[in-house]
């Protein structure tokens, strides 16, 4: 049972590449959330979608676009990114919005 | 301000200690409480849930809210190394706000 997988687990980017993250969940669930983790700063929501074809924004949603094309996909994209973008990127999903959150283990996002 | 606040810590006690982690929340709105768990390099794991004042108990771990004076608690009884780990807590409206999360290292 995967559960909520992320593709990549690492990747190592120069300030203006772009590049897409990948999450998959195969547990059915309406609700997807992308996260940021930072030393100190806890984790922070960045966009969500309540269903297939839904986005929205979170707390720190500039510089980054997200899809929903499919219910069991959510793509986190950066056009040009930032060193202050490097951070660990988790995903996560719920059955609805009062539920448990299950992430995945963690995408590693370095911006030299 | 964020709306939740926790003590980063790091927070480092001997095997067999109680731990003791708290939070506050600005968001009177806020409904269900959560506490999650996460180990180093892992995603976070959910360790506890509630959704009213007072107490829950699970095994070796005691979850206390009061939404009065919107404090977030957790204990640790008996705490194992096992527990290393860094713990966050989060309140939920519609969707979850998390402190900073508290890292904790139980010494064998």
């Known amino acids: 049972n995967a559960g909520v997988t992320q593709t990549p687990k690492f990747r190592v980017l120069k300030t203006g590449q772009s590049m897409t993250l990948l999450c998959a969940q195969d547990?059915?669930?309406?609700?997807m959330y992308w996260y940021r983790q930072d030393p100190g700063m806890g984790l922070r929501l960045i966009h969500y979608?309540?269903?297939?074809?839904?986005?929205a924004k979170g707390e720190v949603p500039d510089g980054y676009n997200v899809s929903r094309l499919k219910k069991q996909n959510f793509l986190l994209g950066l056009e040009s990114a930032a060193p202050s973008q490097t951070s660990v990127y988790f995903c996560?999903?719920?059955?609805?919005?009062?539920?448990?959150?299950?992430f995945g283990e963690g995408s590693r996002l370095t911006v030299l | 301000q964020k709306e939740v606040e926790q003590d980063p810590g790091p927070l480092s006690v001997p095997e067999g200690a109680i731990v003791s982690l708290n939070c506050t929340y600005s968001?009177?709105?806020?409904?269900?409480f959560m506490w999650y768990r996460q180990y180093s390099r892992k995603g976070p794991e959910l360790l506890m849930y509630?959704?009213?004042?007072g107490n829950k108990e699970d095994g070796r771990f005691t979850a206390q809210v009061d939404k009065s004076s919107k404090y977030i608690s957790l204990f640790i009884r008996d705490s194992q190394p096992s527990d290393s780990a860094t713990y966050l807590c989060?309140?939920?409206?519609?969707?979850?706000?998390f402190g900073a999360g508290t890292t904790v290292t139980v010494r064998a």
């Open positions: 979608s309540v269903g297939e074809g839904t986005t």
């Open positions: 547990m059915n669930h309406e609700y």
């Open positions: 968001n009177s709105a806020f409904q269900y």
């Open positions: 989060a309140g939920n409206d519609y969707k979850l706000s």
């Open positions: 509630t959704y009213s004042s």
């Open positions: 996560a999903s719920s059955y609805n919005e009062a539920g448990e959150l299950f």
